[in-house]
């Protein structure tokens, strides 16, 4: 049986775990941080139809059933305010998303079922790649497989072995993020599938995040046993921040939000209040690569999701991306498993088709930046 070494446990290493195991392949998960509540990329995160599609594919029936069930709508419409919430469209264009989940409820529905086959505390440091892989981690053990996947995010450390040329910079995009409890006055402000406020060189944006079923009860019922954190639904808020301002230089929370109130000074009360219940996440700078990502040598060792295809967060299409890798992967892998198919011509056949859909889905996301910052940097 091919054995399969995943490095990252993240939206796109689990759903192609979950799509291998499916398909019968031996899949082992390696995750460099200790747990799954130790960072945030953000609290909400939207997925479109075909990150649907893919999760239905790979997940057993019973997690996607309990992913549905923990997710929220993301239908109506797109207002556009300015800062005294004078209403100014409600007819905003947006990323083709489908549901809202919330990210770290996602994870844990992700690592349903997969049992130990995923370990926490395993930072790769490099691999061997020969007629076997070996992956070598900081702690000092290793793992040897068939094929390793690098689905070890934006700063991958497979990615900067594989393909060296390729670096990481500064997108010059700065949000600080928070989520506040959906009480009716700021569900209000977010009827329907999004809401951007655009005051002077200021934009904020508002995304609802309204579990159907809150999701410690719903996975009490659905799967006994996963943990799963007890959660009430929120609207979540990122303000972009001028790269150069105080603020985007990652302060400690409470004055982040000090910084954050600063810039929305004059802002209608209920957007200052919104900022002010929040709980705020730590202010973070997007990066990009900074080229297309090329080609590189085929070999026992290929790329998956953003460590292949850093998007923009702005895209909101960067998980979809890396659930299609992971659907394609194992499609290909479980030919080659099955004997159909010989393992380096499909692994070159999929960084093809990973390099296409990678690269376009870096592109949207830069043009969907443009809605928020229009070339000459008034996003007014
Ligand atoms: C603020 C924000 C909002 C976003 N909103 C959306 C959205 O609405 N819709 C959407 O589709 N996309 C969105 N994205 C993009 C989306 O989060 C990513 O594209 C997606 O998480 C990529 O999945 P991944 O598995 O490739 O990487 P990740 O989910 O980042 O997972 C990578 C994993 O690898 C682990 N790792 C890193 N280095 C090592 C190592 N050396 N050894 C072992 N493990 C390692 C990390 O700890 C992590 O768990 C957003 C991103 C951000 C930052």
Redesign the pocket.
């Known amino acids: 049986m091919t054995r399969i070494l995943v ?9 192609l775990a979950h799509a291998l195991v499916r398909a019968g392949l031996d899949v082992r998960v ?4 200790d747990g799954t509540g ?5 609290y ?5 139809p075909v ?1 649907m599609e893919a999760l239905r594919a790979s997940l057993p029936p019973r997690l996607y059933d309990l992913a549905e069930a923990t997710s929220g709508s993301l239908t109506g419409p797109g207002l556009l305010f300015d800062e005294q919430l004078t209403l100014l469209s409600s007819d905003l264009p947006g ?1 083709e ?1 489908s549901r ?1 989940f919330d ?1 770290q409820v996602l ?1 844990q529905v992700l690592l349903g079922e997969l049992g130990d086959r995923v370990s926490f505390g ?4 490099t691999f061997t790649d020969e007629d076997t892989v070996t992956a070598f ?2 702690d000092g053990t290793q793992a040897t497989g068939d094929v390793l996947v690098g ?8 990615r900067r072995r594989l393909v060296p040329e390729v670096r990481l910079v500064d997108a010059d995009l700065c ?1 600080a ?1 928070g989520r506040t409890p959906a009480t009716d006055r700021f569900r209000r402000l977010v009827p329907g599938r999004g809401t951007m406020v655009k005051g002077p060189e200021i934009t904020l944006m508002l ?1 609802r995040m309204q579990f159907d079923r809150e999701p410690s009860e719903a996975a009490a019922e659905l799967t006994p046993g996963l943990p799963m954190p007890h959660r009430e639904s929120y609207v979540r808020w ?1 303000l972009l921040v001028p790269p150069d301002h105080p603020a985007a230089t990652a302060p400690p929370r409470e004055e982040a939000r000090e910084l954050v109130l600063e810039l929305i000074e004059g802002w209608h009360s209920e957007l200052r209040d919104l900022v002010r219940g929040a709980d705020l996440s730590a202010v ?1 700078r ?1 990066k990009v690569f900074d080229r297309p990502m090329p080609p590189w040598p085929v070999s026992r060792v290929t790329l ?5 295809h ?4 702005s ?9 299609q ?1 992971a659907v394609r992967l194992s499609a290909l892998l479980a030919e080659v498993d099955q004997g159909r198919h010989d393992l380096l011509p499909a692994l070159a056949e999929y960084q093809r088709d990973l390099l296409d859909r990678g690269n376009a889905a870096v592109e949207v996301g830069k043009r969907a930046l443009s809605r928020f910052i229009p070339a000459g940097g008034d996003a007014r």
């Open positions: 490095i990252g446990a993240g939206l796109g290493g689990l759903t390696f995750e460099a941080d130790e960072r945030t990329q953000g909400r995160i939207g997925l479109s990150a990323p998303e809202a990210r994870r395993k930072r790769v440091k981690f900081a689905a070890d995010g934006g700063s991958s450390a497979v949000g993020m995304g990122v973070g997007s998956l999701g953003d460590a292949a850093l998007t923009l967060a895209g909101g299409n960067g998980a979809a991306t890396a659930m890798d």
